[in-house]
């Protein structure tokens, strides 16, 4: 397979965005800007298993709570022929495992940091006390431990987990600590869906590697790349050119974008049909039949997908449909055609579930009823309203049982996108139009087209803390690291603002 060479690249400012200066003359660059765009169909040996994420252990405490141990180390996996590659896991040495836990369970983790430097764990869409988040307030020391407690209460979803420490969380996901959460509840567990783990229920953590001669990652920056990291070799729950053994008609795939920074816009490799079932905050009240589903990192989605008895079929991600203006497309990734994973269906299906016409609940934020309203411009590498991160800087509170309105605009040409942590929001409109089907569920993390403007409610429930802030920011983690991020505050009846203290946001090595 043709490999697209990585260079490290210089970033500099250059009015509102970002320009870029890469080493190398301009017969380099010139061969280089011929070889951005990447195209790997048909071209992928799909010839390795597809490993799907064993299922977390846990055990009852005393006062009922549901523990799960997590242990992040490092370690060597075998992920291609010849040297193992250097990787960080979470209860093994390559991602971890699925946490699965039903609505209303008091659920407890055991965390261990094995590494040899400070780390965390975010509960990625979760709804959960700020001291519970894991984001970058929460880091551990090598060594450390952390016991976060909480009590599910938010419907049936496919969440997800990774580290959160402030300026590197890009390399800790790169380096392999990521992991599906997925939660079930009443409504979920009685629909006719498929639901079989890892049968006809299938998570699908999709993510992006470079590697070197001795197959080791490559974490430098590509060409021109606006984005950070862009992976020629695509690896999906860490199995490189994978297939799986369809059983069923019917098959459940929990998507994950798990890469740093690439953007995916699914299909198959014969233009299919599927149907769109669940955004990242649960399942949508009815299925939404597509050929294309675009997601940014960060972003998750259920579809299920029908099979013919006897054939293979090819998930592939597309040249991206939206997302950025002129070249900037090729450079960032918006133009590679990209195998992804084998589906190799049994002579004979079973055929047992179905998609019902009814699912789950239409987002119910009233904009109506909006006590603040305030707007948000991504722009160049690492600003929120023209401001970088400060982790000692509350931005702003929030009052607890109130809905407010965020709109929140991408000022540059290439890829950001919005995250909020604590809440699912409704995507209102986008330059005032209604939004395309694919934001008309829960959402948390949403793609920025550039230049739209996308109006979002979401309602502050629950947990207050005057002191410890939930996070926003960009989810491509090269622009969160360098600051494109801002953080607020819950706050209760007569509650003011308070200070971060100053363990919580000291420098970590």
């Known amino acids: 397979m043709k490999r697209r060479k990585a260079l490290k690249w210089t970033l500099i400012g250059v009015g509102g965005g970002v320009g870029v200066i890469a080493l190398g003359g301009a017969g380099t660059v010139a061969y280089l800007w ?12 799909f010839d390795n298993p ?29 992920l291609k022929q010849g040297a193992e590659t250097e990787t960080w896991g979470i209860n093994g040495t390559f991602l971890g495992p699925t946490v699965r836990a039903r609505r209303g369970e008091e659920i407890a983790f055991s965390v261990y940091n094995g ?3 400070g780390t965390s764990l975010h509960w990625h869409g979760m709804h959960l006390p700020a001291v519970m988040d894991g984001g970058p307030h929460q880091e551990m020391e090598p060594g450390g431990d952390w016991t976060p407690q909480w009590t599910l209460n938010q419907p049936a ?43 006809d229920d299938v998570p699908l953590i999709v993510q992006d590697r470079n590697f070197n001669g001795d197959n080791q990652f490559e974490d430098g920056g590509s060409f021109m790349s606006m984005q950070g990291i862009l992976g020629d070799e695509i690896m999906v729950n860490g199995t490189l050119g994978p297939y ?17 920074s690439r953007l995916y816009n699914f299909g198959f490799g014969d233009d ?40 293979t079929a090819v998930l592939r991600s597309h040249p991206a449909a939206e997302g950025y203006t002129g070249p900037l497309a090729r450079v960032n990734g918006g133009e590679d055609l990209l195998d992804v994973l084998q589906f190799r269906a049994a002579d004979s299906l079973a055929d047992e579930t179905s998609v019902p016409d009814r699912m789950g609940t239409a987002p119910d934020v009233d904009p109506a009823e909006a006590a603040q309203e305030r707007s ?28 407010e309105v965020w709109e929140v605009t991408n000022a540059d040409g290439y890829l950001h996108s919005f995250h909020v942590h604590d809440v699912q929001f409704r995507v209102l409109d986008v330059d005032g139009d209604e939004p395309p089907p694919q934001l008309l ?36 983690l090269a622009h969160e690291d360098a600051g494109m991020m801002g953080q607020f505050v819950v706050l209760g009846e007569g509650e003011e603002i308070g200070e971060v203290p100053a363990p919580a946001h000291a420098a970590h090595g």
């Not at 252990?57 to 549901?66: F, K, L, M, N, T």
């Not at 799986?244 to 098959?251: E, I, N, P």
């Not at 009240?285 to 299920?304: F, H, K, M, N, Y």
């Not at 829960?442 to 429930?461: C, E, S």
């Open 50 to 78: 597809l490993a799907v994420p064993p299922l977390a252990e846990s055990v009852d405490d005393p006062s009922g709570a549901r523990v799960f141990n997590l242990d992040i180390k490092a370690g060597t996996t075998a």
């Open 244 to 260: 799986f053994d369809v059983t069923t008609r019917l098959v459940r795939l929990r998507l994950l974008n798990g890469s740093v």
């Open 376 to 403: 948000f411009s991504l722009s160049g590498f690492s600003q929120i309203n023209g401001d970088a991160m400060d982790l000692a800087r509350i931005d702003f509170g929030v009052q607890e049982g109130t809905v």
């Open 157 to 199: 979803a496919t969440l997800w987990y990774h580290p959160h420490p402030h300026g590197r969380t890009a390399h800790h996901v790169y380096k392999g600590l990521a992991g599906m959460f997925i939660i079930d509840d009443e409504e979920s567990e009685a629909l006719p869906l498929p639901s079989t783990y890892g049968v």
């Open 272 to 311: 299919r049909r599927f149907q769109l079932i669940a955004t990242d905050g649960g399942l949508l009240p009815e299925a939404w039949e597509t050929d294309r589903l675009q997601l940014s990192p960060g972003e998750r989605a259920e579809i299920v997908v029908a099979f013919e008895p006897g054939e």
């Open 115 to 117: 590494l040899d430097e």
């Open 441 to 476: 569920g829960w959402k948390d993390t949403v793609q920025l087209v550039p230049q739209r403007k996308y109006r979002l409610a979401m309602r502050f429930a629950d947990y207050t803390d005057p002191n410890l802030p939930y996070m926003f920011h960009c989810h491509i």
């Open 34 to 45: 011929s070889s951005a765009k990447l195209d790997t169909a048909g071209k992928v040996d």
